[in-house]
């Protein structure tokens, strides 16, 4: 076949390393910059069958998110902007991982398999990070997609959600907004700027919000926002990227693991403050209060927040409408409880990574989903958007109905729904702030987290640990789970997992109790059972 003639002259351009073999992990291969030449060419191949047999736009993003600058990555989008099914990630790491010779057979395994018609035709977005290494590596997915005769656009530096909502865009024939990024920066900041519309009196000090960018392409991308966002939000950026290096000592990853602020933001008492990730998919909230101590307010207060607000205003509405939250172990015990005894939502519990996160929240009306870590989205159903449209619109229900619903519409409106966005969750937030008039101090006050830690485990073999029950308890070795469960009884409020890494070659331990030292010992016991 021609085609295939064109791959196998060019995949010689971008040669695999023997016997090197990647994983398609949680999130995509990652991996030192120098060994993915080949990964992306193939990325690129694979994304034109994946386009071919869904007869949709498909993303791909180089990037590396909260990794040093020295890594690089690479994840397909699939047509709605969700991660791609796993039968493809499986693909992915079969077309990643073929010795040179053994490429093109792969290639057309897959195309039998699937049933893919090759004259069918096929476009692929392309995005990357601001690394280094990021405009060579994607230079090459784009060899692989011109290889196999696919139409690709590249849109050069975009943040994570940017490209998934591009994808998302271009396969609803822009209904869900316009795949640019300008049709990005207007289609979430008209609906902040509405929202805040019902909360007149904000002050300057209330307007004004500390960004870390962690020297990445969220800081690009936020300067880029601003004119559009009409003075609502006056935001004094740090680690904008010049001169800083990506993720280091910054960045939401940061924050969160060290429970401390970033490097480079000059916070004043009391002062709101946010960070991104390297690729603004994560965001966490914090402030040092006039003790000098800091708060954290990660992904679980957030979901606590908006769902919160969610819940008020679907009552409001007289709407019956199911919300539910999603969250991963790693959700805060105080927050769980927070939710379903006080809040009485539904809360469920899903394996880490998002795509488990997503699926689940597909489930409910409206589905909150978040990580401990910041990453997350709220899911609206098609039929839940209809109900509040048409609300928003009905002139014979009363004005208490009618501003709820209006203020829903902004809500779906604000938010990237395609995936956990940095950027789209930090107006939702300093929206929500607004509407409700909650200062963060409040916001922090919803419930108090328990103290927890986290902990790595060097093992031989991490595989030895199998979970289940989203992996909150041990399923293998024998004798491990009994043994966490022992140590667990000896604490008050107290509970713990361990976990095989889906990133790194290593254990998790995390565990959490009524003081951060009966914390910190049980973390340590825990970590002493899995040797
Ligand atoms: C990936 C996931 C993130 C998860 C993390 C866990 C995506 C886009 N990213 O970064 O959600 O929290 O992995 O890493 O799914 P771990 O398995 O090493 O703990
Ligand atoms: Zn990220």
Redesign the pocket.
């Known amino acids: 076949m021609a085609l295939f003639e064109e791959v196998s002259k060019k995949s010689a351009l971008h040669p695999k390393p023997a016997g090197l073999l990647l994983n398609y ?4 291969f ?1 991996t030192v910059a120098e060994q993915l030449d080949h990964v992306m060419f193939r990325m690129g191949l694979l994304a034109v069958l994946r386009s071919k047999k869904t007869k949709a736009t498909i993303g791909v993003m180089v990037t590396a ?2 990794n040093p600058e020295e890594d690089n990555g690479i ?1 397909l989008v699939d047509p709605m902007g969700e ?1 791609v099914t796993p039968t493809w990630e499986e693909y992915a790491m079969q077309v990643a991982n073929a010795e040179q010779e053994a490429l093109l057979t792969v290639l057309g395994d897959i195309m039998k398999r699937e049933a893919i018609d090759i004259n069918q035709g096929a476009a692929v977005f392309i995005g990357r990070d601001t690394r280094p290494s990021s405009e060579s590596l994607s230079q090459a997915v784009l060899d692989g997609i011109l290889s196999l005769a696919g139409h690709a656009h590249d849109y050069g530096v975009l943040t ?1 959600p940017q490209l998934h909502f591009m994808v998302r865009c271009e396969n609803t024939q822009s209904r869900y907004g316009n795949p640019t990024t300008e049709g990005y920066y207007q289609k979430l900041s008209q609906a902040f700027v509405q929202l805040v519309k019902h909360a007149p009196n904000r002050t300057d000090d209330q307007k004004h919000l500390l960004v870390d960018g962690a020297n990445g392409v969220g800081a690009l991308k936020l300067r880029e926002m601003e004119p559009f966002l009409q003075k609502e939000l006056q935001i004094s950026l740090f680690n904008k990227g010049t001169g800083g290096k990506l993720n280091f000592q910054c960045g939401a990853d940061y924050v969160k693991v060290q429970q401390g602020p970033p490097l480079g933001v000059e916070m004043l008492v009391g002062q709101r403050c946010c960070s991104f990730d390297g690729d603004a ?2 965001i966490v909230y914090y402030y040092s209060d006039s003790e000098g101590r800091f708060h954290l307010l990660d992904g679980d207060k957030i979901a606590t927040l908006i769902s919160t607000f969610l819940k008020k205003l679907v009552t409001q509405a007289g709407l019956d409408l199911q919300i539910g939250v999603v969250q ?1 172990a ?1 959700a805060n015990g105080s927050s769980t409880r927070y939710l379903e005894n006080n809040m009485k939502v539904t809360v469920r519990c899903v394996e ?6 997503h699926h689940a929240a597909q489930e409910f009306d409206i589905g909150v989903y978040f ?1 401990a ?1 910041g ?1 997350g989205t709220v899911l609206f159903s098609e039929s839940a958007v209809e109900k509040i449209q048409q609300l928003a619109m009905d002139s014979s229900t009363s004005d208490e109905k009618k501003s709820a619903a209006q203020i829903l519409e902004n809500t779906v409106n604000v938010t990237n729904q395609a ?2 966005d940095a950027i789209s969750d930090m107006l939702l937030v300093e929206a929500v702030l607004a509407v409700q008039g909650l200062s963060l101090q409040q916001w922090d006050a919803m419930y108090t987290d328990l103290p927890n830690r986290q902990r790595k485990v060097k093992v031989a073999d991490k595989s030895v640990i199998t979970t289940t029950d989203a992996e909150r308890r041990a399923l293998s070795p024998a004798g491990l789970q009994d043994a966490v469960d022992a140590l667990v009884k000896q604490y008050r409020l107290s509970r713990a997992f361990v ?6 070659d ?1 254990i ?1 331990v995390y565990a959490e109790a009524d003081t951060q030292e009966n914390t910190d010992s049980l973390a340590h016991e825990v970590c002493m059972a899995v040797y």
Do not use: F, Q
Not at 352 to 357: E, F, N, P, S
């Open positions: 992990g949680t999130s995509g990652r998110s909260h994840k991660m994570t998919d994560r991963t790693y880490t990574g998002v795509k488990h996160l990580e870590n990453h995936v956990g976990r095989p890494s889906g990133t790194e290593t998790r």
